[in-house]
């Protein structure tokens, strides 16, 4: 049979699909005999039937396009038998062939509309379960048995890995009663991006973010997790518009690591610049070091204080922030500031000699980047801008080397 479905459907499945077929070839023949409907008990029959093929994943095209092939078998036989009779061949064209197809029509109707009604409660009841599991992550992270007991009951592995993407989704002209399937069809458009199937994401609207679960390779480090999926959230973010910056958090399992992840993924594009760059995926990997920081505050303090230090002299925090921006790379740097090359080694050695740095070393590049980016997110600002005496860089310089 060839049927979309149907080859990859299991043996048993197969089988009850065979004899539910028996069972209704074997009904149009009695009931063109007799002229009698369908019996209650049949009709429920059939109906289970129809429940039963939602659940083992048949589609309803496939099971229309049966009626339609099985009908228009029976037909093709009775035309045979009536080749050399023509008083049977009029009494099939004008009386068998009407009530077949009409008896067929009435199956597929009863199917039909028993499969559907099965769908729509199969729908509300997993969204039911998805609500449960999504209050289990944001609100009750530690009830561990809870949580696998929900992933089962949705066909979820609760001890794979799982990497949360918190999506800044343009949704404000949409009304609230179009909201629910405008979601649907951004992770529709995540899941073909990020090559995953759908039924394996899981997704909810929090903080005004679209955040969805991508599950990783088990056996994957972080790292690779973490770089994967960067580059898929790249792709996806190019193909929506409406999709403005996506944040990637960490890649963790269970209850506490699905609501660990969603914490980093959203610091990673509540915190990302808003300097007017086209950077648009935000990786929480790349401030994870700031975060250590934050949560030592001699070592905070201390990092804040570098810069502290250069703010006396206005141009040098923006000359400092536009040689990191720059890739450390001298002669970028002075055409992004529109200054002399003479200008920016005099300002970089001023800045060595009111820190006591060096801007070959790493350890003090790394000091001073993290001090920039930290200074940067608590202010909640744009880098420093060049001054008046230095106008701002032309866009088209900026980018030459």
């Known amino acids: 049979?060839?049927?979309?479905?149907?080859?990859?459907?299991?043996?048993?499945?197969?089988?009850?699909?065979?004899?539910?077929?028996?069972?209704?070839?074997?009904?149009?023949?009695?009931?063109?005999?007799?002229?009698?409907?369908?019996?209650?008990?049949?009709?429920?029959?059939?109906?289970?039937?129809?429940?039963?093929?939602?659940?083992?994943?048949?589609?309803?095209?496939?099971?229309?396009?049966?009626?339609?092939?099985?009908?228009?078998?029976?037909?093709?036989?009775?035309?045979?038998?009536?080749?050399?009779?023509?008083?049977?061949?009029?009494?099939?064209?004008?009386?068998?062939?009407?009530?077949?197809?009409?008896?067929?029509?009435?199956?597929?109707?009863?199917?039909?509309?028993?499969?559907?009604?099965?769908?729509?409660?199969?729908?509300?009841?997993?969204?039911?379960?998805?609500?449960?599991?999504?209050?289990?992550?944001?609100?009750?992270?530690?009830?561990?048995?809870?949580?696998?007991?929900?992933?089962?009951?949705?066909?979820?592995?609760?001890?794979?890995?799982?990497?949360?993407?918190?999506?800044?989704?343009?949704?404000?002209?949409?009304?609230?009663?179009?909201?629910?399937?405008?979601?649907?069809?951004?992770?529709?458009?995540?899941?073909?991006?990020?090559?995953?199937?759908?039924?394996?994401?899981?997704?909810?609207?929090?903080r005004e973010r679209l955040v969805i679960w991508v599950p990783c390779t088990r056996g994957d480090t972080l790292s690779r997790c973490d770089q994967i999926v960067a580059e898929r959230a790249a792709r996806l973010v190019g193909a929506e518009p409406r999709m403005r910056n996506i944040g990637i958090g960490l890649m963790n399992h269970g209850a506490d690591g699905w609501a660990a992840s969603v914490t980093e993924a959203l610091k990673a594009v509540d915190f990302a610049p808003r300097d007017g760059q086209s950077r648009r995926i935000h990786r929480y990997s790349s401030m994870a070091i700031e975060e250590s920081v934050r949560g030592t505050p001699n070592v905070l303090r201390y990092l804040v204080s570098l810069i502290e230090q250069l703010s006396g002299e206005a141009d040098l925090i923006a000359t400092l922030a536009a040689y990191f921006e720059s890739g450390q790379r001298r002669r970028v740097t002075a055409e992004r500031l529109n200054i002399h090359p003479n200008t920016l080694i005099h300002r970089l050695e001023r800045i060595e000699t009111v820190l006591g740095a060096s801007l070959d070393d790493p350890g003090w590049i790394a000091q001073l980047d993290i001090a920039l980016k930290l200074r940067h997110a608590t202010s909640g600002c744009a880098a420093p801008e060049p001054t008046e005496a230095e106008p701002k860089p032309r866009r088209g310089r900026a980018s030459a080397k």
């Open 1 to 206: 049979m060839k049927l979309e479905g149907y080859r990859d459907l299991a043996p048993t499945v197969r089988n009850d699909i065979f004899e539910t077929m028996s069972l209704q070839t074997d009904l149009c023949l009695r009931s063109l005999l007799t002229g009698k409907p369908c019996s209650a008990e049949v009709i429920d029959a059939l109906q289970e039937s129809a429940r039963r093929r939602v659940h083992q994943n048949v589609p309803l095209q496939s099971i229309l396009r049966a009626y339609q092939l099985g009908a228009r078998e029976i037909w093709r036989v009775s035309a045979e038998l009536g080749r050399a009779d023509p008083a049977l061949a009029e009494e099939l064209l004008f009386d068998v062939s009407p009530y077949l197809f009409d008896f067929f029509d009435e199956q597929a109707q009863i199917t039909a509309q028993a499969y559907l009604a099965e769908q729509h409660q199969q729908a509300w009841w997993r969204e039911s379960l998805l609500h449960q599991f999504r209050d289990v992550i944001f609100h009750a992270s530690g009830d561990a048995a809870m949580f696998a007991e929900l992933a089962a009951a949705l066909g979820l592995d609760a001890t794979s890995p799982r990497v949360a993407l918190a999506i800044d989704a343009d949704l404000r002209d949409l009304p609230p009663v179009v909201r629910y399937d405008e979601l649907e069809r951004l992770v529709l458009i995540a899941a073909r991006h990020l090559d995953v199937a759908r039924e394996a994401l899981v997704h909810a609207w929090h």
